[in-house]
């Protein structure tokens, strides 16, 4: 029982005569229980949570290393060990064949003058559908340190290399080299140790400017950082540090952010450069209960029985209350306002696969279901909105990457990848059949292009390419060149550069008027731009709030929301006025009123002496699905990131389909009158990694779930109009069948390359691939001669010996081969692709222009951003930002008015009118983002971003600490818009606690149970890699506090690299467990728990020599060990160590934390004992017999008893 809880907390557990534990009983009731092997009563062989999921593990008995895996929905990851118990290979579930491989070269052997001499891994992953292959390799020393990384690229024998030099004598890094190509010279970075402790006093950096040159000085508890750039700039860094390593203060350039802590080691409180404080407060559990700060007012939160947030009421007494499952996972989220529960549902028994995984959400929106397959990719996901049915599905490869998504409209997006795992292109297949296989991007690079330049090429599919120049040491743009299919230049960027990486000057090649200069403070803050804008000077307050943006003047009088504009005044406009409501949501804009719902979201704007709204709808997940304008008449459905439907009244339904490339790369738009919707069938069933295959019915209405009997009675009647439901040729088809593949096999050529024997299951068989490659080298040798002559690239493309025709090859099949129309998948490349519509005839008098966008504010007006039927290509500037579209042909869009397609922006995204042309049929503008015409306002999907003002309608929902500006949550990208953008809405990085609280939130399941274990696992081994005490074990280290350490001590900051990796981790994939790993894994060792007493002294003074002395050494290390292991004085003894190490805050997981995760560790700790002892009593056992007898033979004499006696003596053991 403790403080303040109405009840006990308790976990039970359950143990076999073994002592093995059998069933824990958590403090939510459910129960999981554990059976072990037959054999040894050792293993865990099965796993089944309180819902009966059960995962199965079988082992190799002899190593104890596990064979295979089992999950609750059949998938079977299985793993081989060579004879030394290593890691050979992993094959994926469903797979025949190994997906990693490992191999081991030189082991034991070490030769750092050359490497290819010297031990190291390499580690291969193998797409099995289509053989592309990453390789990557590390080599080690003998220490352990990892001293090179080599990985390939999409360039054959070609790779990315990392070196790191050490120090060995004194253990000390020297040198590192950055990512670096290994037909160029590397870089270095130099690392000095000049003070007398050893301890790091300087790193040198390379840069295209010059060398960065950062000096470190430590004196107590403060650390000082110097950072002195080749243009002359500096910056200073100061971080002092408490007793327990705490940081309580950083100064960047003299502006400092304070930090307190309770008596417990919980943040309490937060200050900023301006003074401004935010406040936590705790419960005895160390829950944290409310958070205070000076824009969003109180935020509390309320917990159930165990441990579970239950409720959170935000400053305007909104209240959200969630309700969870016996796993934990989240059942509804309710509010004290109109909105619509949120309702989960897992584990759906007529849902393939779907155990511990989402199956459906219903909420204000409507309805979301999920289907998985084996493996748990989400093959489909179909979207109920109003009387909308979407279905959205998606193939995957063996590594499970996406390879063929399927539209709503039956449209059809191939992706193909290089070896080196990155998207190459994307090719696009119609709905009906008449296009197929025609590529709509590509990509290739990096390259040298002619002037020896690091470059990357986007193709689109009407023929305009984009090359982008980088700095090689950087990696920064430096030039960006459009060209149109005949090579006509239609843009030509330069970018400038200040020492620190901050851009200063933007030119424009073919029109000099638009070129952009900036100015920015130590701070790298942009304080002035000029441009065909005009001159626009930035000042900032001591808090960051910016208080001059070109010609208004901003003003912050709400004492309750220190950070929030609410006032703007210029010379033109006069004095602009805003009000915010308890939670600092913007309510008032200047005569516009905004409503949000209990979740923060906008959901109504109306504006100005106007009687009509704009309404929005979103998501449980916080995605905008609908907006409805009472204004245009117009209602948008956003049914997924790359698809829409347009309704407007007595027009044409329109459905907009949008190609994403290379990250997020916005690549077109397609807009047809004429889509079909694919219709759902009730009997689906998934048995595969292929999206499910569609068959329906259709008498006049959609059947969405359980037939009736009515439509059971009609199936055999309708069907003879669909042709028959297991017919596995119209997998997808929408429409007719017939006519879909009658416009599809027009060619004989499909036929043979489709359905010969050189392919299997749409995949090139090994045959054809030898044959193609050496088809396409002797065609390359015999041109090769033609394309040499006059052409000095070519001549200079034979690196390290490789022939020029056989390196054009790889370049040609790593680029070009997946969008040629001659592999499967592109579909052979057939018919018109679809842009040859959008040459230009479909934007009609009336469309609006980019200079008079027109707002339809008389009602059902034409509005500017709307998309008109055809398609087109986006062409983006350094930040995303979409600056052209081009038509089929290539050309830059026309309208009806003079000009053609070109965008210009402010630096904090404001369309400059003036100075833009052509027709505004695109939504997608400043840094990609949707921009809301009626409002003027862009939106930024977790919150609304106002471009006039540079400010955020909401204070963002994530602090960060660190930041000069952290604290100021309405600031757009730290002051710096010419450099960054904001691509989610949330501008700040999640660190290490961010990410641990989203791994908290992510809903129970078997997979979260085995992730959790990979996380315990990846935990121990950090603590065996320590041999210090504990924190704060002992008393011996006073300046460590809790277990999650950094930088060699509990408590402490992590690395910016790992912050990087882990940013970077959570940002592209959204996994929390990988970016938690990934801590793990790179984060510094430091003194954390126990090192266990068993065989330290025996590990340093071994000998594998045959005297006396060491045979018997042997003799007193399996005694000491095994008596140590079996003592209840020495175990209890352990358990209280790892106890003891750990934090109190702990007991905030359920108010026993300390005692389910030391018991955790110490029983993971023990295993690995008993593992290591009977190793080790083993290994010596065998070297004592062969010890004693050689020393019998080379004597001639017996072995005393005494030993033996000695050993098995139980006096010795002690209890």
């Known amino acids: 029982m403790f403080p303040s809880s109405a009840s006990p907390i308790t976990t039970t557990f359950l143990y076999d005569t073994f002592g093995n534990v059998i069933s824990v009983n958590d403090p939510a009731n459910g129960t999981s229980t554990i059976s072990y092997d037959p054999v040894l009563n050792l293993f865990p062989v099965t796993k089944t949570n309180a819902l009966g999921h059960v995962t199965a593990t079988n082992y190799d ?46 082991t034991g052997e070490y ?165 401004l404080t935010t406040t936590f407060t705790y419960n005895t559990l160390g829950r944290r209960v409310s958070t205070q700060d000076p824009n969003s007012g109180t935020i509390s939160f309320a917990y159930d029985t165990v441990g579970r947030i239950s409720s959170q009421t935000d400053a305007r007494g909104r209240t959200i209350q969630f309700t969870y499952d016996t796993l934990g996972r989240a059942l509804t989220q309710t509010t004290n306002g109109s909105e619509a529960p949120v309702q989960f549902t897992y584990d759906e028994p007529s849902v393939p696969f779907s155990r511990g995984r989402l199956t459906s959400v219903t909420d204000g929106s409507g309805r979301s279901e999920f289907r998985y397959s084996q493996k748990g990719n989400a093959i489909q996901k179909t979207r109920y909105v109003d009387d909308i049915t979407a279905i959205f599905k998606t193939d995957y490869d063996s590594l499970n990457r996406p390879i063929t998504e399927t539209l709503p409209d039956g449209t059809k997006l191939h992706n193909f990848y290089s070896p080196n795992g990155t998207l190459s292109s994307i090719t696009m297949d119609t709905a009906d059949g008449t296009s197929t296989g025609h590529t709509v991007v590509s990509y290739q690079g ?13 193709t689109s599919g009407n023929g305009v390419t984009m090359e982008i120049g980088f700095e090689p040491l950087d990696k920064r743009p430096l030039r960006v060149v459009s060209k149109k299919p ?20 933007i030119e424009d090649k073919i029109n000099p008027a638009r070129t952009q200069n900036f100015t920015l403070d130590n701070l790298g803050r942009v304080t002035q731009g000029t441009g065909k804008y005009g001159t626009q000077n930035y000042s900032f307050s001591a808090n960051g709030n910016l208080i001059q943006k070109g010609a208004y003047t901003l003003g912050y009088t709400d004492g309750n929301h220190a950070n929030a504009v609410t006032t703007a005044t210029s010379a033109s406009t006069g004095t602009l006025n805003y009000g915010y409501d308890a939670s600092g949501n913007m309510i008032s804009r200047n005569g516009d009123v905004l409503r949000y719902d209990s979740y923060g979201k906008l959901v109504e704007i109306t504006p100005y002496a106007a009687s009509s709204s704009i309404r929005n709808t979103y998501d449980f997940a916080g995605n905008r699905v609908k907006s409805v304008s009472d204004i245009t008449l117009i209602s948008t459905y956003t049914l997924g990131e790359n698809y829409e439907i347009l309704r407007e009244p007595g027009k044409p339904e329109k459905h907009t389909l949008y190609v994403r490339g290379l990250h997020g790369d916005l690549v077109a738009q397609w807009t047809r009158e004429d889509a079909t919707l694919q219709i759902a069938a009730a009997n689906e069933v998934i048995s595969s990694e292929s999206s499910i295959s569609v068959f329906g019915w259709f008498v006049g209405r959609t059947i969405v779930g359980t037939p009736t009997e009515e439509d059971r009675s009609k199936r055999s009647r309708i069907s003879l109009f669909v042709g028959v439901p297991t017919n596995p040729f119209c997998k997808d088809v929408v429409g007719d069948c017939g006519t879909y593949y009658k416009n599809r096999l027009k060619t004989e050529f499909f036929g043979i390359f489709g359905y010969s024997k050189y392919f299997q299951g749409g995949v090139p068989t090994s045959f054809y691939n030898v044959f193609y490659y050496l088809l396409l080298l002797g065609i390359l040798y015999l041109s090769y001669p033609y394309f040499l002559k006059g052409n000095e690239l070519l001549q200079r493309l034979g690196w390290k010996g490789v022939g020029t025709p056989t390196l054009i090859l790889s370049l040609f099949v790593v680029t070009s081969l997946p969008g040629c129309g001659i592999l499967p998948g592109t579909g052979g490349k057939q018919g018109d692709p679809p842009w040859v519509l959008a040459l230009g005839a479909n934007v009609t008098p009336g469309v609006p222009s980019i200079q008079n966008p027109g707002v339809g504010m008389t009602g059902g007006g034409s509005v500017g951003g709307v998309p008109v039927t055809g398609m087109f290509f986006f062409h983006p500037d350094h930040l995303g930002s979409i600056t052209m579209i081009t038509d089929g042909a290539g050309n830059p869009a026309s309208g009806p008015e003079p000009g053609t397609s070109f965008v210009s922006y402010e630096p904090y995204g404001s369309i400059i009118r003036n100075d833009s042309y052509g027709p505004d049929i695109f939504r997608y503008k400043f840094t990609g983002q949707i921009e809301d015409k009626e409002t003027g306002l862009y939106y930024y999907k977790a919150r609304y971003y106002e471009p006039a003002l540079g400010r955020f309608l909401q204070a963002d929902s994530v602090i960060d600490s660190d930041a000069p500006n952290g604290q100021n949550r309405y600031m757009y990208v730290e002051g710096n818009p010419v450099n960054y953008r904001d691509p989610s809405g949330h501008s700040l990085d999640l660190m290490f606690y961010a990410v641990l609280y989203q791994y908290a939130q992510m809903p129970n399941s078997p997979k979260k149970e085995q992730d959790s274990l990979m996380l315990l696992v990846l935990h121990n081994q950090q603590i065996r890699n320590t041999s210090g005490p504990g924190c704060p074990v002992s008393r011996k280290n006073r300046q460590v506090f809790g277990n999650f350490q950094g930088n060699g001590r509990c408590g402490g900051s992590l690395p910016g690299e790992v912050e990087f990796g882990m940013a970077l981790v959570l940002s592209r994939l959204n996994d929390p467990v990988l970016a938690l790993a990934y801590y793990f894994l790179m984060k510094p060792n430091s ?11 025996h590990d340093e003074d071994h000998s594998w020599k045959s005297t006396p002395k060491v045979l018997h050494a042997n003799e007193e290390w399996i005694k000491k060990s095994w008596g140590n292991f079996y003592s209840i004085n020495e175990q209890r003894a352990a358990y209280k160590r790892e106890y003891d190490a750990l934090p109190k805050s702990y007991d905030r ?56 006696n000695n050993l098995w003596n139980p006096k010795k053991w002690r209890l």
């Not at 003194?1087 to 002294?1097: E, F, N, P, Q, W």
């Not at 007898?1189 to 072995?1199: G, Q």
């Open 446 to 458: 990096p390259y040298l292009n002619a002037s020896g330049v690091p470059s990357l090429k986007r």
């Open 486 to 505: 005949d090579g006509s230049v239609i843009a030509n960027t330069e970018l400038s550069y200040d020492a620190k990486g901050n851009i200063t000057r």
């Open 61 to 106: 008995f002899a190593t104890g290393l596990e064979t295979s895996v089992t999950d609750p929905n059949g998938a079977i990851t299985q793993t081989s060990y060579d004879s030394y118990g290593r890691k050979a290979s992993v094959t994926y579930p469903g797979e025949s064949s190994p997906n990693e491989t490992y191999s081991y070269n030189n």
């Open 1149 to 1204: 997981y359920g108010g026993t934390g300390k005692s389910v995760i030391a018991g955790v560790n110490y029983a993971a700790t023990t295993t690995f004992d008993y593992e290591a002892l009977t190793l080790g009593t083993t290994i010596f056992a065998v070297q004592n017999i062969v010890g004693y007898t050689s020393r019998f033979v080379n004597h001639a004499m017996f072995v005393p008893k005494g030993p033996y």
């Open 111 to 275: 030769d750092l003058a050359n490497l290819n001499n010297n031990e190291s891994v390499t580690k291969t992953i193998r797409d099995n559908a289509s053989g592309s292959v990453n390789t990557s390799k590390i080599f080690r020393d003998p220490f352990g340190n990892t001293i090179r990384t080599e990985t390939n690229t999409a360039l054959s024998g070609v790779n990315t290399i990392e070196d790191s030099y050490f120090d060995y004598p004194n253990g000390r890094l020297l040198q590192t080299t950055k990512a670096y190509l290994s037909v160029q010279t590397p870089q270095v970075v130099t690392y000095q140790y000049n003070d007398p402790d050893g301890v790091l006093t300087s790193i040198t950096e390379p840069s295209a400017s010059g060398s960065v040159q950062t000096n470190i000085t430590k004196t107590g508890f403060t650390e000082t950082r110097t950072t002195t750039y080749p243009d002359g700039q500096t910056v200073t860094q100061v971080e002092i540090k408490n007793e327990l390593g705490q940081t309580i203060s950083k100064t960047e350039n003299g502006r400092t952010i304070s930090t307190s802590y309770s008596p417990f080691g919980e943040v309490s409180s937060i200050t900023d450069a301006g003074g």
């Open 1087 to 1097: 003194a954390l728990t126990i090192v266990d007493r068993s065989g330290i002294a």
